[in-house]
């Protein structure tokens, strides 16, 4: 069945550096997102790639995707102290007509 | 300003109640979802409707009910059927079918069964 993984923490000082990463199962996605979700808040979609790139940058941001090993990364560059949240990785345009969701990753910034 | 709209924020219930989430959008949006979230699980979707009068299951449908009765409105009762109530709901809505579209979400629901 369809299964989307991600580490459930990471923490980071602030200015570095964060990669989150998620590994999905159904090969047959269209499209792989990230979403942010701030403290008690619903979620907003931060960027989408493609199943046929391997790289998107907007900003801040750089995804990357390997789909051999069905593998999606997101890159924040110069991390700041509002970018703590929890972001999820979801998949779509597979077998179903739906989005399937990680776990979400809690990105936490010490300053 | 378009967006989703979720309410009440909170929501407290008494074991054996059924309790209605209140879930409106004015995007003009055909689909709309369900989402249950619990801490370490993700979201797991309950219910989702891709046009008005008609609905599907998600994942962990048991003990929950929808309706689709108007575009805008997709409202969750949460039964007395459903073993472990308490968590956070999220209402969404998509332009397309969500296999190609951005999912808008609404701010969440959080109810407590005492």
């Known amino acids: 069945g369809e299964d989307v993984e991600q580490s459930l923490f990471l923490s980071v000082r602030e200015g570095d550096s964060s990669v989150i990463n998620c590994t999905y199962t159904d090969s047959s996605s269209t499209y792989l997102y990230w979403y942010k979700q701030e403290p008690g808040a619903g979620l907003q979609l931060l960027t989408y790639?493609?199943?046929?790139?391997d790289m998107k940058q907007d900003q801040r941001l750089t995804v990357l995707l390997n789909k051999k090993d069905k593998h999606l990364s997101l890159r924040i560059a110069d991390t700041q102290t509002g970018d703590s949240a929890i972001y999820f990785c979801?998949?779509?345009?597979?077998?179903?007509?739906?989005?399937?969701f990680g776990t979400g990753t809690l990105l936490a910034v010490q300053p | 300003d378009g967006g989703i709209t979720q309410s009440p924020k909170y929501l407290f219930r008494k074991e054996g109640q059924n309790v209605t989430l209140s879930c409106e959008q004015n995007l003009n949006h055909d689909a709309m979802y369900w989402y249950r979230q619990d801490p370490g699980q993700g979201l797991r979707l309950i219910y989702y409707?891709?046009?008005?009068?008609?609905?599907q299951k998600g994942d962990i449908a048991e003990g929950y009910s929808v309706s689709r009765e108007k575009k805008e409105s997709f409202p969750l009762t949460v039964t007395s059927a459903q073993k472990n109530p308490t968590a956070f709901y999220l209402c969404?809505?998509?332009?397309?079918?969500?296999?190609?579209?951005?999912?808008?979400f609404g701010e969440g629901s959080r109810l407590t069964v005492l």
């Open positions: 790639i493609f199943s046929n790139m």
């Open positions: 969404a809505s998509s332009l397309q079918g969500a296999s190609t579209g951005e999912l808008f």
């Open positions: 979801a998949e779509g345009g597979g077998a179903t007509n739906k989005l399937i």
């Open positions: 409707s891709q046009i008005v009068n008609d609905f």
